[in-house]
């Protein structure tokens, strides 16, 4: 696998856990912002968090 095909999944896994963080946070009536854009640049570590944070 080279560079631009890892680069490409990981984005794509990013915006994928960013989008249920903020599907997961509307459901929930919450405004996750801060916690969806953690997540964009962070991908698990902010999701994660997210989910930690909401226990």
């Known amino acids: 696998m080279n560079l631009?095909?890892?680069?490409?999944?990981t984005a794509v896994a990013h915006v994928?856990?960013?989008?249920?963080v903020h599907l997961n946070a509307r459901k929930r009536g919450d405004?996750?912002?801060g916690w969806?854009?953690?997540t964009l640049l962070t991908g698990i570590v902010g999701?994660?968090?997210y989910?930690?944070?909401?226990?």
């Open 47 to 49: 999701a994660v968090g």
């Open 31 to 33: 405004d996750a912002t």
């Open 16 to 20: 994928a856990l960013a989008w249920l």
């Open 4 to 9: 631009r095909t890892f680069l490409g999944l």
């Open 51 to 55: 989910a930690l944070r909401g226990r």
């Open 36 to 38: 969806v854009v953690a």
